[in-house]
């Protein structure tokens, strides 16, 4: 692979042994669309290593062996590549990017989001906002990026709004991150500028321990993409730029009850379809009015029948995505058998007292949050959402087995 930066516009090349569909680190097959993308309004003079990690979330599922950079990385860097992905990096010289002191939050304006914002109410936001390529046609209109952008104004942080459409490099599935971190891509290379030294991210329980959607069912301490010790999560410390995931401990019935009870309430928004409100129809609303609808107690509002495809894979037995909050909302919600979750609930068989443990922290995601803003998190657990006991933090470890 060969990258080439020319202000913010990133122009790639694959090597003979490159393959045009690629894998990212959660195992997805993506195939490429066009080798190059625009990150809009980033500084020119971000370190050289800053450069090449932003580069690096965009081109990594098309690197086989090797990448070329055109500016050197530092012996730190190239190593902290080659032990993750196997790949040989260059040219090699200078020195690595120190820490700054700010932890910024990538904002997308969903309730894990919204809760990790709310844990740190000074943190600026860094807000990813697609665009439309010049050269690929956008034939997902209805994503509507610029209302999320809008919300996260809104709410009256300091909200930087990075502008690409690096996710039209992406043809399949969709459009889309090539890799999850190419979301941060503009908040590495303003991580000079805005003195970061973390970037949160709301990444949840799930997607943190309980191996996210694609991993179904099961422990993962070792998250390539999300644990400190990761491929990811060195490469991203190795540039000054921790990853913190503040909501990393705690489920999204916890998200969504933190969310809820924000002061920014009224910018939640986790559907990307509708202009006035959430579309209601699609399966991420179906998905989150579940778990709405078991944080406030309440029978779920939908107008989504069983019969409709979106519901379909709640007609089939597990293991399904989000597992934990499916059996939360079972457990939870009156009535549950006249919603399209009647037969995903007769298979789990949940109780209140079996899914007791997705209301409380799992500590040892505390632990992995850098010293300088564990405090924090520690204190909103404590004061907010309580801790897991032992035999809470085993179902989190036993998960899938
Ligand atoms: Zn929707």
Not at 10 to 28: K, N, Q, S, W
Not at 178 to 194: C, F, I, K, Q
Not at 200 to 215: I, K, V
Not at 363 to 371: G, H, K, L, T, V
Request: net charge neutral.
């Amino acid at each position: 692979m060969r990258v080439r930066w020319n202000g913010g516009e990133l122009t790639f090349r694959l090597d003979p042994e490159d393959e045009i569909t690629g894998r990212a680190a959660d195992g997805h097959p993506v195939k490429l669309a066009t080798g190059s993308c625009e990150i809009r309004g980033v500084p020119g003079d971000a370190h050289d290593d800053l450069w090449a990690v932003a580069a690096w979330t965009i081109v990594a599922p098309w690197t086989r062996r090797r990448i070329t950079f055109d500016r050197p990385v530092s012996p730190e860097l190239a190593r902290v590549l080659h032990d993750g992905w196997g790949v040989e990096a260059g040219p090699v010289g200078g020195t690595p990017r120190m820490a700054g002191g700010t932890l910024a939050l990538s904002y997308s304006g969903g309730a894990d989001s919204v809760a990790a914002a709310t844990i740190f109410p000074e943190a600026p936001f860094v807000h990813f906002r697609r665009v439309s390529h010049p050269r690929v046609p956008n034939r997902w209109p209805h994503y509507r990026s610029d209302v999320l952008a809008k919300l996260a104004v809104q709410t009256g942080r300091e909200v930087t709004t990075v502008d690409s459409d690096l996710e039209f490099t992406l043809a399949e599935p969709r459009p889309g991150y090539p890799e999850h971190h190419a979301v941060a891509a503009g908040a590495l290379l303003l991580a000079d500028r805005m003195d970061l030294g973390g970037l949160a991210f709301g990444y949840e329980l799930g997607s943190r321990w309980l191996g996210g959607d694609r991993y179904l069912l099961r422990y993962t301490p070792d998250n390539l993409m999300w644990a400190p010790h990761g491929a990811w999560g060195r490469l991203f410390a190795a540039v000054g730029v921790h990853i913190v995931l503040p909501v990393g401990g705690v489920s999204e019935a916890v998200t969504m009850r933190i969310a809820l009870e924000s002061p920014l309430k009224a910018q939640v928004r986790w559907c990307l379809r509708g202009t006035g409100g959430p579309c209601r129809t699609c399966g991420k609303c179906l998905y989150k009015e579940l778990i709405q609808a078991a944080v406030e107690r309440r029978p779920m509002d939908t107008p989504i029948t069983a019969a409709r495809p979106v519901a379909r894979k709640w007609q089939e037995p597990p293991p399904y995505g989000g597992q934990e909050m499916i059996e939360y909302g079972c457990a939870r919600i009156p009535g549950i058998e006249k919603t399209p979750f009647a037969k995903a609930a007769e298979y789990l068989r949940a109780t209140e007292e079996s899914t007791a443990w997705l209301d409380h922290c799992y500590r040892p995601a505390i632990e992995e949050i850098p010293p300088a803003w564990r405090g924090q998190v520690t204190e909103f657990m404590a004061a907010r959402v309580g801790f897991m006991d032992e035999a809470q933090a085993r179902r989190v470890e036993t998960w899938g087995a």
